[in-house]
C-alpha cells in the first residue's frame, strides 16, 4: 500500500503563487510516476502536471508556463510550484502516484480569488 500526503494548498489572490508538495510512504519502491489532478465542482477530474522518474514531464494546456512540477525520485515525493495563479485554478488538487496500481491522495483545497 501507499499513502500519499499532501501540503501547501490555501487561499490567495489571482497573480499570486502557491507551491504544493506530496509525499509518498508504505511501499514506495517501485512508484515510476507522480502528478498533480484536479476537480473544480461540477467538473471532472483532469490533469494538471506528471512527472517520471525517466525525467519526462506533461502539463495540461490551460497551466503550461505558469506551473512547474519536479519529482524527487530518491523520496518519492511530487511539488507543484503554482504561479500567476487564476481564479479558474481554483480546485481541490489531488497527487497521484502510479506503480502496478494508481494511489490517490485525499486532496488539498487551492482557492484563488479575484
Known amino acids: 500500500q501507499v499513502q500519499l500526503t499532501e501540503s501547501g494548498g490555501g487561499l490567495v489572490q489571482a497573480g499570486g503563487s502557491l507551491r504544493l508538495s506530496c509525499v509518498a510512504s508504505?511501499?514506495?519502491?517501485?512508484?515510476?510516476?507522480m502528478g498533480w489532478y484536479r476537480q473544480a465542482p461540477g467538473n471532472q477530474r483532469e490533469l494538471v502536471a506528471g512527472a517520471t522518474n525517466w525525467g519526462s514531464s506533461k502539463y495540461a494546456d490551460s497551466v503550461k508556463g505558469r506551473f512547474t512540477v519536479s519529482f524527487d525520485n530518491e523520496k518519492k515525493a511530487v511539488y507543484l510550484q503554482m504561479n500567476n495563479l487564476k481564479p479558474e485554478d481554483t480546485a481541490v488538487y489531488f497527487c497521484?502516484?502510479?506503480?502496478?496500481?494508481?494511489?490517490w491522495g485525499q486532496g488539498i483545497q487551492v482557492t484563488v480569488s479575484s
Open positions: 497521484k502516484a502510479e506503480r502496478a496500481s494508481d494511489y
Open positions: 508504505g511501499s514506495i519502491w517501485n512508484i515510476n510516476a
